[in-house]
């Protein structure tokens, strides 16, 4: 049978009521070997498994992918939060889809991911870590603009000058990176996009570059709040001279997705992509 790791967000709600229900339908395909909260602490090596559940929301198996991507164990998301982009199934779908999900051959979508290093003035290592959905440098309080110089795969590339940069996956393009302007990018394209955040420059648009190049984020101006968000979840802290390298990590994360749904059938019913005006001989 295959091995499960079950992963609970205990503070969403729903998810202490379902966990009897999850259990049941797991352990009609497959065997529970443990179950864990929703937190950043290291799983034992020990702990050996073919398949991750994980209860919450989109967040939730986000920080589940960092903390577990270098097991290379596709990761299934129970959603019960607000959006479920990622995390695409609900209990119905679970039972639903069981055998596929459990069984030799699951429905994976592999998707790629960035590592990030920050190293200060004097070259020494502060923080290296993982982003699923982007890597962003915000400008902080008291929230006056930075300034970031910018390298792309090793040629001089722009200054950016207002509240900061968004290093996106094609994940994470429909996060932080649409809100702020930035393409859409089917997830199966291998891609880095590179979003100002409130640029003042009426020329400075965001792009679209291939996933071997490697972005350098140089803070040439920092405010006391600068810092580099992954994921909107883990901050580092910049000063002026500290430099960010975002590249393509050599580890893909895996999903088990939902037959029942495409990236098309999420954009359109969860994003309302396109969605026309209210025409009033449309009923709407």
Not at 154 to 167: F, T
């Amino acid at each position: 049978m295959t091995d499960v790791l079950l992963v609970t967000d205990r503070s969403r709600q729903g998810v202490p009521e379902a966990l009897a229900e999850v259990r049941r339908i797991i352990e009609t395909h497959a065997r529970i070997v443990e179950e864990l909260d929703a937190d950043q602490r290291p799983v034992p090596l020990r702990t050996t498994f073919e398949r991750v559940v994980v209860l919450g929301g989109d967040g939730t198996l986000i920080s589940q992918c960092r903390r577990l991507l270098d097991r290379n164990a596709p990761m299934v998301g129970v959603n019960f939060g607000r959006l479920g982009f990622l995390a695409e199934f609900d209990l119905q779908g679970l039972h639903r889809h069981g055998e596929m999900i459990f069984g030799g051959d699951p429905l994976v979508r592999t998707r790629m991911v960035l590592d990030a290093i920050v190293r200060n003035t004097r070259g020494d290592l502060v923080h290296e870590g993982l982003a699923i959905n982007e890597a962003a440098i915000t400008s902080g309080a008291p929230y006056r603009m930075i300034e970031l110089k910018l390298t792309l795969g090793g040629r001089p590339g722009p200054d950016l000058v207002g509240d900061g940069v968004i290093v996106a996956t094609p994940v994470g393009s429909t996060a932080y990176n649409v809100s702020a302007g930035g393409p859409i990018v089917n997830p199966d394209v291998e891609a880095i996009i590179v979003t100002p955040n409130c640029a003042h420059s009426l020329a400075f648009r965001p792009i679209v570059a291939p996933s071997h190049l490697e972005i350098l984020i140089e803070t040439v101006r920092a405010n006391e709040g600068t810092s580099l968000v992954l994921d909107g979840q883990a901050i580092v802290p910049l000063a002026k001279g500290d430099r960010v390298l975002v590249g393509r990590h050599h580890t893909t994360a895996k999903f088990i997705g939902n037959p029942d749904h495409s990236y098309w059938d999420t954009l359109v019913d969860k994003m309302r992509w396109a969605a026309p005006p209210s025409y009033r001989d449309r009923g709407a």
